[in-house]
């Protein structure tokens, strides 16, 4: 009797996300489809005190959200990874972290920032190619970390980030990415090489091996090991990418490139994120290597979802993703008429980083809030947020691009996106994918794997709306007012307005005297 032989299944490729409040994981197929999704909060990551991060909340995380993904984990033939950064973490031997992790908003990091701005040169600058603050100059975290751990710094073997401690947990071999080691102040960029400083290590006594190996995002670090895909349920020996961090693995998962559409992210932090050609040392917001060889990526931050949920409470709507839900619903309500009732939120709740570089919130809900279930009121919050997307935004982007990407937990539900276009007075094309650094992740594999390039997901348009047009103008006005009054900062220019006025280059002592007025 003849028989038919089967056919393999097409291949598969698992994007690993590892964000700041939960784990996103996506099965891709080669040709785009999203097989399947999921999500799993790891809360307790960030209940190990100010300024520190726990990865065992990760581990788990990340192991429940494939375990979510079965059955369709036999077909997978490569695993794509990318983390949130910065947090620095100190490993032993085997990649084990042996004390929780350091964030970039830790309140000791300012004064070993210090010591790293004043230990490079002119020279070092220039390679660095960044505006330096602790986000940025997380090498710092080293001298940190010997200062209050320092049984663990002595027992190291690794200093690395986020993504140094999953790829060794995953094929047992040690790395960081370069758009990783972009925010340590220690790597040298905008000559290609992506190689540490050693001199400035020195400087540091930052030994120098420590520092995983830089290679780069689209290559293999290794095969996945036996126990590694025992506990998350994958095939073992698949090979394991580098990958990158997660805005830049959004921004792969689009296409980005110099000269294109801008990306807005709109998750627990709202990053915009602009492809350039070579970095600008004249701009404040983060840069760092892209993904792709010889490109670089202007990230401007601010915290988006964590401010949304903080004035949800304020208006008594409770706490969590439907209390914010249910602000926005309400804010979608609202009139052209009913804004000049409308409260004025500055939405900054926690540490930002670049452009702003605020070392502590500033936050602030000024006006009469007789009845805070109106949709006035519920307004007034979401636009107070958005307008911050809009000032961070017009900072890295400059004012010829009129039209960008956003991508968030938007669904199929108008509002949010809606409300965005008519803040920004911009086009919006919504990419509705709250899982698109995952994407980004599992299309790196397709990418090096496979030699094909992923189509970006598809985005749907989104106009500001006439008649909300003259009253988001006079309400950004009066905004803008209000920010600088309560945050005692001077209002951000476009980045156009920034090249014009600062000239040619920032010269480097400007830059030092102006990192450390910040920092202080």
């Known amino acids: 009797m003849r028989t038919t032989p089967r056919h393999a299944a097409p291949a598969t ?41 726990d990865p065992s909340a990760w581990r788990a995380s990340i192991t429940a959200a494939v375990r979510d993904l079965a059955p369709h984990t036999d077909t997978i033939a490569g695993v794509g990874t990318d983390t949130h950064c910065p947090t620095a973490l100190l490993l032993d031997g085997k990649g084990e972290p042996l004390v929780a992790g350091i964030t970039w908003d830790h309140p000791g990091l300012a004064e070993p920032t210090e010591q790293l701005i004043a230990a490079l040169e002119p020279s070092h600058r220039r390679l660095l190619g960044n505006h330096l603050m602790p986000a940025t100059a997380m090498g710092a975290a080293h001298r940190l970390l010997q200062l209050i751990e320092p049984q663990a710094a002595a027992a190291a073997t690794t200093f690395g980030l986020a993504g140094t401690w999953l790829g060794q947990w995953l094929t047992g071999e040690r790395a960081i990415d370069p758009t ?45 090991l036996a126990t590694a895909a025992a506990t998350l349920g994958l095939p073992a020996g698949i090979p394991v990418l580098v990958g990158s961090g997660d805005t830049p693995a959004a921004s ?49 931050v601010i915290n988006g979802g964590d401010a949304l949920a903080e004035g949800a409470e304020r208006l008594g709507y409770g706490q969590g993703d439907i209390a914010v ?26 540490p930002e980083r670049g452009p702003l570089w605020f070392a502590e919130p500033r936050t602030a809900l000024l006006g009469a809030v007789p009845d805070p279930a109106t949709p006035a009121a519920a307004r007034g919050i979401v636009e107070g947020v958005l307008f911050a997307d809009r000032m ?15 991508s968030g937990a938007f669904g199929y539900e108008p509002e949010l996106p809606q409300l965005l276009a008519d803040a920004l007075d911009r086009d919006i094309l919504v990419v509705d994918e709250s899982h698109l650094p995952a994407i980004g992740a599992a299309a790196m594999c397709v990418d090096v794997l496979e030699g094909k390039t992923v189509s970006p997901p598809r985005a749907r348009l989104i106009r500001p709306r006439p008649e909300w047009r003259a009253v988001v103008s006079e309400r950004w006005q009066r905004y803008q007012q209000v920010w600088s009054d309560v945050t005692k900062s001077p209002l951000l220019g476009t980045l156009d307005e920034t090249i014009e006025t600062l000239g040619p280059a920032t010269p480097q002592s400007e830059l030092q005297s102006l990192n450390r007025s910040v920092l202080t």
């Not at 400083?197 to 293999?220: A, E, G």
């Not at 961070?392 to 956003?406: H, M």
């Open 325 to 350: 839900e249910a602000l926005v619903g309400n804010a979608f309500q609202a009139q052209p008429d009913d804004l000049a009732d409308a409260p004025i939120f500055i939405p900054h709740t926690r």
């Open 392 to 406: 961070i935004i017009e900072s890295c982007i400059g004012g010829q691009q009129r039209t960008l990407y956003a």
């Open 252 to 300: 792969y998962a689009l296409g980005t490139e110099p000269g294109g559409r801008p990306l807005l992210i709109m998750g627990t932090t709202h990053v915009v994120s602009n492809a350039l050609a070579s970095p600008d040392p004249r701009a404040k917001a983060l840069q760092r290597v892209d993904v792709r060889a010889g490109r670089w990526l202007i990230n401007g």
């Open 180 to 224: 990783q080691a972009s925010y340590t102040g220690l790597m040298a960029s905008t000559d290609g090489s992506c190689r540490w400083l050693t001199d400035v290590m020195q400087r540091l006594d930052i030994p120098p091996q420590q520092l995983p190996p830089v290679r780069p995002s689209l290559s293999v670090l290794g095969p996945l």
């Open 13 to 53: 490729y698992l994007g690993i996300d590892v964000g700041t409040s939960a784990t996103k994981a996506v099965i891709l197929a080669s040709d785009g489809t999203v097989v399947a999704r999921s999500r799993i909060p790891h809360p307790a990551a960030r209940g190990a005190g100010p300024g520190r991060a």
